[in-house]
């Protein structure tokens, strides 16, 4: 089975806990902190595979998770980091935030990479928090949480040819009979259900065979009228023809009306992406081993030259025009070095900024409320409330930051519950007065 469209769930790990130690060594009775940090959590990244040319990996495995990083010890030894994840996919796989439908990175590249849940920072051991006044503290942060959130993955093939047409227009017979594909063929239509993918080897019709251009074709399933708009099996197949550098458009020559199947797949490319009209197209006039095509081929060819279109006359079944195809699919194609390369070479690597400012906003939340900020969220994650010492200091973040004045104005009461990233917290204000 193809699969080129997956929703997966990624958890990057945890960072470590920071750990709350001091020194106890003889001869030393007041022995200072010496809590080492959590290590970082394990990230999640995306890396092209060239070898891979769809995303059945992801067809069952829909959960992935990075390894959390490793707690902090004393003797200010540091945790273990977290061991990263990577997911592999094919050449042509765009990466969305699921939710958003927004682009997180578009890989084509050989060994491209996208990061996709970062891992959370280890927490700070209390080493960190000894100061001239409080030379014993007992505060350490919590590992951060790592990133998690669902992503979409869209393949798009990356091939240099990619072959259009009606249902039975002889795509995959021409695939076959120009390369050593062997896809399922029948005399009946949506025999193709997925793509199929061939090599071109142009060196078999050079003389001198000095060209060892080998270029990719790819079989795209048959369009039907109306398949930009979803109808058909064509619809899902439609992006893949985005990123081939050449369209060969096949017609039926058997057809009641060829000019009409023409029309109506140049209309669905033009409907899904006008810039697809502007590829280099050839059009391959096909089953000209039958005199219905035969009669037809001489009004077909005027009509397509005087749209400024390059045409051919073959048969895919019994191998007429081949050779006449296959050299202008030479001509129109790029040098072996360029060929080499992704038509897209780059790629598109969106990288985001996450702003930690000290903004905030407090709404109602029922019989409570519910504080949102970056910054506040990562402290309140970070923060043990079951240490008096980590406890107390939230408290200070709190009227430092503003939020606990804000809450007051919003009316809050004893006893109310703020909510703060993954934490509930019970407004006790007799204490935060002090």
Do not use: C
Not at 131 to 150: I, L, N
Not at 192 to 200: A, D, H, I, S
Not at 296 to 310: I, M, T, V, Y
């Amino acid at each position: 089975m193809f699969l080129d469209r997956v929703k997966i769930f990624v958890r990057a790990g945890d960072g470590g806990d920071g750990a709350a130690t001091f020194r106890h060594e003889a001869h030393v009775p007041r022995g200072g902190p010496d809590g080492g940090d959590g290590g970082r959590g394990g990230s999640i990244y995306v890396t092209v595979d060239p070898g891979e040319t769809s995303l059945r990996d992801y067809r069952h495995a829909h959960h992935f998770k990075a390894t959390p990083g490793g707690r902090g010890f004393g003797q200010k030894s540091h945790g273990k980091a977290g061991e990263d994840l990577i997911l592999k996919v094919p050449p042509g796989t765009g990466i969305f935030l699921d939710d958003t439908d927004e682009l997180l990175g578009d890989l084509v590249a050989s060994e491209q990479s996208l990061l996709i849940a970062r891992g959370g920072r280890g927490g700070l051991g209390n080493v960190h928090f000894a100061t001239s006044t409080h030379q014993a503290p007992k505060h350490a942060q919590k590992g951060e949480p790592g990133d998690e959130r669902w992503i979409r993955l869209e393949l798009r093939l990356i091939a240099d040819i990619g072959l259009v047409g009606l249902p039975n227009a002889g795509k995959s017979t021409l695939l076959a009979a120009l390369t050593a594909a062997h896809p399922k063929i029948a005399d009946y239509p949506f025999t193709t259900l997925e793509p199929n993918l061939g090599v071109l080897d142009l060196g078999d019709d050079d003389p001198a065979g000095d060209d060892s251009r080998r270029p990719t074709i790819a079989d795209v399933p048959g369009l039907i009228e109306g398949a930009s708009q979803g109808a058909g099996l064509g619809h899902a197949f439609l992006r893949h023809v985005e990123r081939t550098r050449i369209i060969v458009h096949i017609v039926d020559g058997t057809d009641r009306d060829p000019d009409w199947s023409f029309n109506v797949i140049r209309d669905e490319l033009e409907l899904h992406d006008p810039a697809l009209l502007k590829k280099p197209t050839l059009v391959a006039f096909n089953k000209m081993d039958q005199e219905q095509a035969v009669a037809a081929w001489p009004a077909f060819e005027k009509a397509r030259l005087a749209q400024g279109l390059d045409v051919v006359a073959v048969s895919a079944a019994e191998g007429l025009g081949l050779v006449e195809l296959r050299a202008k699919l030479a001509g129109m194609l790029p040098d072996a070095g360029e060929l080499a390369e992704p038509a897209e070479q780059s790629g598109v690597v969106i990288h985001r900024i996450e702003s930690l400012d000290d903004g905030f906003r407090v709404e109602r939340d029922g019989e409570g409320f519910v504080v949102h900020g970056k910054r506040i969220e990562r402290i309140a994650a970070q923060t043990n409330f079951d240490a008096e010492e980590s406890a107390e200091r939230f408290q200070r973040d709190l009227i430092r930051f503003g939020i606990d004045e804000e809450l007051r104005r919003q009316g809050i009461a004893p006893g109310q519950m703020v909510r703060i990233g993954g934490s509930e917290l019970e407004w006790e204000p007799e204490d935060w007065d002090d």
